[in-house]
Every structure is written in C-alpha cells, then in structure tokens.
C-alpha cells in the first residue's frame, strides 16, 4: 500500500488489483485502472493500453500526483486519525 502512494507521488499512473485500499487512490480512468484480483489478462491489457497512449498517462499522470500529494498531506492525515479517536473515544 505504501509503496503505491510513492509511486503517486512520483506522478505515476498505475493499474492495480482492487484489493485493500488501492480504490483510494487508484480512480479506473482517471489515476489509473483497477482490476479484478489475481485477473492477470485484465493487468496485462490495461498497462499495454496505458502504456500506448501518451495522452492518457499525462493525463493521469497529473491526477495522480495531485490525488497521493492530497492522500499525504500530513494536516489531513492528523485530522483523519483525531476524528478516529474522537470517535473511539465516544463508543467507549
């Protein structure tokens, strides 16, 4: 997971599996593509497609950078995990 925000950081677009937390940064047609887990066709047609078309991965070679720079923005990221522990603090 880590590794895939560095990757956006970077300015990268990415094609991925959809597992985990990956949605949260990988947007399909925009940042990059998801695909199905373990579908290795589906990997394999997508970077080709991306990797032909050097529209596309300028394209979302800005919003990804854009989308990992919002991601790490570590004021957002201290503001996520108050409001964790706000709300761990209410339910108990």
């Avoid at 990988?26 to 050097?54: H, M, P, Q, W």
Wanted: charged share 25%; aromatic share 6%; hydrophobic share 40%.
């Amino acid at each position: 997971g880590r590794a895939l925000l560095e990757i956006g950081l970077a300015g990268c677009p990415v094609v991925a599996y959809d597992v985990d937390w990956h949605s949260e940064i990988v947007r399909s047609g925009i940042t990059g593509t998801l695909v199905e887990n373990f579908n290795y066709e589906e990997l394999g047609n997508a970077t080709l497609k991306l990797l032909s078309d050097d529209e596309m991965i300028s394209r979302m070679s800005r919003e990804m950078k854009a989308r990992a720079l919002d991601t790490a923005n570590p004021k957002a990221l201290a503001r996520v995990q108050a409001q964790i522990y706000e709300e761990l603090i209410e339910e108990s």
